[in-house]
């Protein structure tokens, strides 16, 4: 029910944009985020926002450098990723929770990052 994708490899200070696609929820009141994980590391949340795209919240590692926001022409969630580090490697996953509710109910498959030079 949610399709990750857009990964790849990029250069540091580079660009990529990922998209969510969503399909088969009951409802539309929900909230997408996108958490990572980086190799021997702990998940860690990215960034989240209304299914409209509105409200969006950043962790404060990527504040400034990447954007959440609804595509509507392609009718999913993107991650614009700018100014790319190193440490921004890592398996990308998207995942919905309903509004209301603190758990993460549906989760991605995931998409794969390398930031290197």
């Known amino acids: 029910q949610l399709q990750a994708s857009g990964g790849g490899w990029v250069q540091p200070g580079g660009s990529l944009r990922l998209s969510c696609a969503v399909s088969?929820?009951?409802?539309?009141?929900?909230?997408l985020a996108w958490f990572r994980q980086a190799p021997g590391k702990e998940r860690e949340f990215v960034a989240n926002?209304?299914?409209?795209?509105?409200?969006?919240a950043y962790a404060a590692s990527v504040k400034g450098r990447f954007a959440i926001f609804r595509d509507s022409a392609k009718d999913t969630m993107a991650l614009e990723m700018n100014n790319l580090e190193a440490e921004d490697t890592a398996v990308y996953y998207c995942?919905?929770?309903?509004?209301?509710?603190?758990?993460?109910?549906?989760w991605g498959q995931g998409t794969l990052v390398t930031v290197s030079s």
């Open positions: 088969g929820l009951p409802s539309n009141q929900y909230i």
């Open positions: 995942a919905v929770r309903w509004t209301g509710v603190s758990r993460y109910e549906y």
């Open positions: 926002a209304f299914w409209s795209g509105r409200s969006p």
